[in-house]
C-alpha cells in the first residue's frame, strides 16, 4: 500500500467510524430510556396490585433533556455568554498574531454571540427579579 492509497483510506475510515459512533450512542440512549420505562411500569404494576397509592412520575421519563433543546436560564446563558466572549476575544488575538488581520474579524462572531447571551441573562434576571419581589408604591 503506498501513502496515496492510505492518504485515500484516512477520511473513509474517518468517516465511518464518526457515523458509528453516533449509531452506537443513539442506540444506547434508546436502550437506556426503554430500560427505564420498564422497571418504571413494573414499580407502577407492583404498587396496583398491592393497593399501594401510585409513586408519581418521574419527571426525567416524560421529558428528558439531556439530547433535547435545553432550557435557558439566566445561569446558563451567563455562562455560556463569558465562555462565547472569551472564546471569540482569543480567536480574534491568536488569528491577529499570525497575521491574517481580516480573518480575525471571524473571531469577533462567537464574542458576538457571547454578548448575545449576556444581555438575554440579564434581561432574565431582572424578569425573575421582578417576580419575586412584591411591588411597593
Known sequence: MGPDVIGVFIPIVAIIMG??????????????KAQLLEQNHRERMNALEKGVELPPLPLNLAHDN???????T?????????????IGAVLYF????IGAEEAA????????????????AA???????????????
Open 19 to 32: 457515523c458509528s459512533i453516533a449509531i452506537v450512542s443513539i442506540w444506547g440512549e434508546h436502550k437506556r
Open 66 to 72: 439531556s439530547n433535547g433543546p435545553a432550557t435557558a
Open 74 to 86: 439566566p445561569a446558563k446563558s451567563l455562562r455560556a455568554g463569558i465562555m462565547l466572549v472569551l
Open 94 to 97: 491568536a488569528i491577529d498574531r
Open 105 to 120: 474579524l471571524f473571531g469577533l462572531i462567537p464574542a458576538a454571540v457571547g454578548i448575545a447571551n449576556l444581555v438575554y
Open 123 to 137: 434581561i432574565q434576571w431582572n424578569k425573575d427579579e421582578d417576580k419575586k419581589l412584591p411591588r411597593v408604591e
